[in-house]
């Protein structure tokens, strides 16, 4: 699920960016991509906004401290919980190749505030207001994630690329479901109550 959240917010930021620069449907204007190659260069092709997964922890508020029954016919299936991962995703903007510097420059600032604008107008993604969800993506809410200074240039050493415009995104929850059978048995359908007070099915 993890591959398949990066991918539906990568194109749905890049229809948004699309239609906010006017530009026909052939033209890639987002990829999901690592920021530098192994000799240290952009990875990011000028003049596209690139996206990476920059880290993932587990949000255990609402996990389940033991196995979870589903029934199945006459039995009882029992699963582990499902982990409940949190995305922390990167986006940044490479100014395309051109001779004026200052002109590709601003446009990936702008790419940028479209970026946030797109978040902003649409936080939360469903298959209500997104029908092209792979199965197994319930909701996915979308979070900007404030970095201090220091934060941003250790996040940027350890991606081994030079600072580009970026802005970083918390998506939650992505669900994990494995659902292999841990335990299975009939249900019970009775209980008798002793005389000396025991109680059993």
Not at 71 to 80: H, K, M, N, T
């Amino acid at each position: 699920m993890i591959s398949e959240a990066c991918q539906l917010l990568r194109s749905e930021l890049e229809a948004f960016l699309r239609r906010k620069a006017r530009l026909g449907p052939a033209l890639e204007l987002v990829r999901l991509t690592p920021f530098a190659t192994a000799d240290g260069a952009s990875a990011i092709p000028p003049g596209l906004v690139g996206m990476c997964l920059f880290n993932i922890d587990e949000e255990r508020v609402m996990k389940s401290p033991g196995l979870v029954p589903t029934r199945r016919g006459d039995r009882i299936e029992y699963v582990q919980p499902e982990v409940r991962l949190n995305l922390y995703l990167l986006f940044a903007a490479n100014p395309a190749a051109s001779p004026d510097p200052g002109a590709a420059y601003a446009e990936a600032l702008r790419r940028i505030g479209w970026t946030v604008a797109f978040f902003q107008a649409k936080r939360v993604f469903d298959p209500k207001n997104t029908p092209g969800m792979a199965p197994g993506l319930a909701e996915l809410a979308v979070d900007l994630y404030a970095m201090t200074l220091e934060q941003q240039n250790y996040l940027w050493s350890i991606l081994g690329a030079k600072y580009l415009p970026s802005v970083a995104y918390q998506v939650r929850p992505v669900l994990i479901q494995e659902g292999e059978v841990q335990l299975d048995q009939a249900p019970v359908t009775e209980i008798a109550v002793h005389a000396n007070g025991y109680t059993a099915p």
